[in-house]
């Protein structure tokens, strides 16, 4: 069972690589569309053949994977897994997380139709929400039920607002670098 927590482990990693990139590349083609032609429509094709590949060879194959492997552990020990309070909130962010997931594909297929409203300051925000998924599940598998659900809960809005923070300050460097 160790291979298999270690191959789930494993392809959350490259789920998480493929969403956090993923996202970056709709900043990148947002912010070609800025560009005058040809250099958009040559940019905007590019991030589509790239977007494309992330996506069917790398993200969703890896959240398949994740979800299989992660469903393997649970079916082999459900009674340990199942009446955990950890695992129950886990799953609720996995929930959430593959929300997260569909809803970015349909924003790829929103780039491809050249229909994507969403600035690319908007889009860093949303490239953060999958950094706080990461936090939460990380911290409730690895804390497991030493957690107390205060602290948890304050720390996950402590680094969400840490997040907006740097954001922010990111926004105001770029500005003032032209």
């Given at each position: 069972?160790?291979?298999?927590?270690?191959?789930?482990?494993?392809?959350?990693?490259?789920?998480?690589?493929?969403?956090?990139?993923?996202?970056?590349?709709?900043?990148?083609?947002?912010?070609?569309?800025?560009?005058?032609?040809?250099?958009?429509?040559?940019?905007?094709?590019?991030?589509?053949?790239?977007?494309?590949?992330?996506?069917?060879?790398?993200?969703?194959?890896?959240?398949?994977?994740?979800?299989v492997?992660?469903?393997?552990?649970?079916?082999?020990?459900p009674?340990?897994?199942?009446?955990?309070?950890?695992?129950?909130?886990?799953?609720?962010?996995?929930?959430?997380?593959?929300?997260?997931?569909?809803?970015?594909?349909?924003?790829?297929?929103?780039?491809?139709?050249?229909?994507?409203?969403?600035?690319?300051?908007?889009?860093?925000?949303?490239?953060?929400?999958?950094?706080?998924?990461?936090?939460?599940?990380?911290?409730?598998?690895?804390?497991?039920?030493?957690?107390?659900?205060?602290?948890?809960?304050?720390?996950?809005?402590?680094?969400?607002?840490?997040?907006?923070i740097?954001?922010?300050?990111?926004?105001?460097?770029?500005?003032?670098?032209?």
């Open positions: 069972m160790l291979y298999i927590k270690a191959l789930h482990i494993i392809f959350m990693v490259s789920w998480f690589a493929g969403l956090f990139y993923m996202v970056r590349l709709f900043i990148y083609f947002v912010e070609a569309s800025e560009q005058e032609e040809p250099k958009r429509s040559i940019l905007q094709e590019q991030f589509d053949i790239m977007q494309k590949r992330l996506w069917w060879i790398i993200t969703t194959p890896a959240m398949i994977l994740t979800v492997f992660g469903t393997i552990m649970i079916v082999d020990q009674a340990y897994y199942l009446s955990q309070p950890w695992m129950h909130m886990k799953l609720v962010f996995v929930g959430l997380l593959l929300i997260y997931h569909f809803y970015s594909q349909k924003m790829m297929k929103q780039c491809q139709r050249r229909t994507i409203r969403w600035t690319s300051g908007k889009l860093r925000l949303w490239n953060e929400v999958a950094t706080l998924f990461l936090v939460a599940i990380v911290f409730l598998v690895s804390m497991k039920n030493s957690l107390n659900w205060i602290y948890g809960t304050l720390g996950f809005f402590g680094v969400a607002i840490l997040l907006m740097g954001i922010q300050l990111y926004k105001k460097l770029r500005k003032t670098r032209g």
